[in-house]
């Protein structure tokens, strides 16, 4: 079993900035590829971006120049920093991960932009 627990939610006005963070814990040996998806109230929830151990990133197009995902292997944390955030931005964020075949969801963080 895999933990994923997320911080780093709260209310920002539109062009402001948030850092997500997620901390993995339970038996993990090796943290695979780590992932931030976002649900917004009454749409599906979306993949908004993801990195690979070795560091190795993509992102949403809505994502692309104003979020960077970042990972501590060490202390198997997977951060989200979002800057030029939008209202559009609001949502609840997930991590998610898979390890053995299983895949694993945190209990999420409300983002909230104002316009």
């Known amino acids: 079993q895999v933990q994923l627990v997320e911080s780093g939610g709260g209310l920002v006005q539109a062009g402001g900035s948030l850092r997500l963070s997620c901390a993995a814990s339970?038996?993990?040996?090796?943290?695979?590829?780590m992932a931030w998806y976002r649900q917004a109230p009454g749409k599906q929830r979306e993949l908004v971006a993801v990195?690979?151990?070795?560091?190795?990133?993509n992102y949403a197009d809505s994502a692309k120049g104003r979020f960077t995902i970042s990972r501590d292997n060490a202390k198997n944390t997977v951060h989200l920093q979002m800057s030029s955030l939008k209202p559009e931005d609001t949502a609840v964020y997930y991590c998610?991960?898979?390890?053995?075949?299983?895949?694993?969801w945190g209990q999420g963080t409300q983002v909230t932009v104002s316009s």
């Open positions: 998610n991960t898979n390890q053995g075949g299983s895949v694993y």
């Open positions: 339970g038996s993990i040996y090796l943290l695979n590829t």
């Open positions: 990195i690979t151990r070795s560091g190795n990133s």
